[in-house]
Nanobody
Framework: QVQLVESGGGLVQAGGSLRLSCVASGTIFSINGMGWYRQAPGKQRELVASITSRGSTNYADSVKGRFTIARDSAKSTVYLQMNSLKPEDTAVYYC??????????WGQGTQVTVSS
């Protein structure tokens, strides 16, 4: 059974930093690309960063240069380092596979709130 558990969110002032973690159980981590998605109130869920099984990364324009995605295969964990946070980064952050997220893999997510 696959399970993705996100953590590391919180309340931070604009300009601050947070590091999110996503621990994956099962076998998906070793064979799939992984991504961080976010959903702000009243908005659709969007992909903000992804990393392939070989370590190639891609970012949404809105976070490029501020966010960094990384993966630790030994720990089956994918991270999202978020710097220079802005109020518009406020959202619930989730991890899932890429390029197409699997509905059964959505976890509870972790809330990130950036105050101005």
């Amino acid at each position: 059974q696959v399970q993705l558990v996100e953590s590391g969110g919180g309340l931070v002032q604009a300009g601050g930093s947070l590091r999110l973690s996503c621990v994956a159980s099962g076998t998906i981590f070793s064979i799939n690309g992984m991504g961080w998605y976010r959903q702000a109130p009243g908005k659709q869920r969007e992909l903000v960063a992804s990393i392939t099984s070989r370590g190639s990364t891609n970012y949404a324009d809105s976070v490029k240069g501020r966010f960094t995605i990384a993966r630790d295969s030994a720990k089956s964990t994918v991270y999202l380092q978020m710097n220079s946070l802005k109020p518009e980064d406020t959202a619930v952050y989730y991890c899932n596979v890429v390029p197409k997220p699997y509905a059964a893999y959505w976890g509870q997510g972790t809330q990130v709130t950036v105050s101005s």
